[in-house]
């Protein structure tokens, strides 16, 4: 069994993520811009928040040192992909590329 997070809510995500722990999501990842991340907090001006294809496990937020806010997404490639594994996916960025679209996590 699985619990889905109230869908668009960066908020509930965000809750989610301090009290619960990792968190299942889904973005639009059909993009060169994603596909060769390799540093900083990522941001795509033409992401769908409805056309999902990639998933990606959500492991924490946080904010840089010049303000930008961002999550700590877990990608399933390389630990050579992006950075060192991860990307920095903008937070608080109108749900950017559809992060807050459909994440869940399971019961255990």
């Known amino acids: 069994d699985f619990v889905d997070i109230k869908s668009q809510s960066e908020i509930d995500l965000q809750y989610?993520?301090?009290?619960?722990?990792?968190?299942?999501?889904?973005?639009?990842?059909?993009?060169?811009?994603?596909?060769?991340?390799?540093?900083?907090?990522?941001?795509?001006?033409?992401?769908?928040?409805?056309?999902?294809?990639?998933?990606?496990?959500?492991?924490?937020?946080d904010t840089t040192k010049d303000n930008l806010d961002y999550y700590i997404l877990k990608n399933q490639w390389t630990t050579e992909s992006g950075n060192q594994g991860y990307v920095w996916m903008s937070r608080n960025k109108n749900n950017q590329c559809g992060i807050a679209t459909m994440p869940s996590y399971p019961l255990v």
């Open 16 to 61: 989610a993520l301090a009290t619960i722990g990792p968190i299942a999501v889904a973005i639009d990842a059909n993009h060169d811009s994603f596909r060769f991340y390799s540093s900083g907090v990522y941001s795509e001006a033409t992401c769908s928040t409805t056309l999902l294809d990639f998933s990606l496990l959500s492991v924490g937020y």
